[in-house]
């Protein structure tokens, strides 16, 4: 990994089929924040709102989550994932760190339920938060 200035900011990218949860979050507190959701057709994301975001927030480099298996071996969605990866990179040309998201989105779900319910779990944007635990994870590597 690259030395980054402190102030840094970081996106913390959680990969998905349908939606693609985008945090923001800075190494000096070693903390993120989940911005939103990027509407994606078959792990495609809509690009020019992926374009908004990279301008806005300007980070130092995007950390994706990977989708292994328990036993850490790959699923059918590891390579699609992976494929993005190599699209942030192309189009960026950023630092882009693929990091394991085991169990993300089942931590996010749970942390919304416990605060919930139910019905906060419904309404709630499990993948910006699942993105936000992806990038706290790496921070602390």
């Not at 070693?30 to 994301?45: E, S, Y």
């Not at 494929?83 to 630092?95: G, T, V």
Request: a neutral charge.
């Amino acid at each position: 990994m690259q030395n980054f200035p402190d102030n840094s900011i970081f996106l913390g990218i959680d990969f998905g089929m349908c939606n693609i949860g985008v945090a923001s979050g800075q190494k000096i507190t070693a903390t993120a924040t989940p911005l939103c959701i990027v509407h994606a057709k078959h792990g495609v994301p809509n690009w020019a709102d992926f374009d908004k975001i990279i301008e806005e927030w300007k980070p130092a480099a995007l950390i994706v989550g990977v989708p292994v298996d328990l036993d850490g071996k790959e699923q059918w969605i590891t390579k699609l994932a992976k494929d993005f990866i190599a699209d942030l990179e192309k189009r960026y040309k950023l630092p882009v760190y693929g990091v394991n998201e085991q169990l993300t989105t089942k931590s996010a779900r749970e942390r919304i339920f416990a605060a919930g319910g139910f019905k906060a779990l419904k309404k709630t944007e499990i993948d910006s938060i699942a993105a936000k635990l992806i990038l706290e994870g790496w921070f602390l590597k």
